[in-house]
């Protein structure tokens, strides 16, 4: 069982988890613009951008879980 020392307090916890949603907000809107302004062509971008924002949504997701306990 972890010790005391161990445990993240829930404030930090909580800052963590916005820090990520005002992360994954911003590259989300970067997939928009790549979305827009790179050549169809290069749809990898736009698409590995998105998928960045859906990892880091399962990662504040996953802090907000953590919250609750």
């Known amino acids: ?5 161990s445990v ?3 404030p930090e916890i909580k ?3 916005a820090e990520i949603a ?3 907000e911003r590259i989300f809107d970067l997939g928009d613009r790549a979305r827009l302004n790179v050549p ?3 749809t990898g971008v ?3 951008l998105l998928g960045a924002s859906n990892h880091l949504g399962d990662a ?3 802090l907000r879980d ?3 306990l």
């Open 60 to 62: 504040e997701a996953a």
């Open 46 to 48: 736009h698409v590995a």
């Open 22 to 24: 005002q992360l994954r």
């Open 1 to 5: 069982m972890p010790s005391d020392a």
């Open 15 to 17: 800052a963590l988890e």
């Open 66 to 68: 953590v919250g609750r």
């Open 40 to 42: 169809h062509d290069m």
């Open 8 to 10: 993240t307090p829930l």
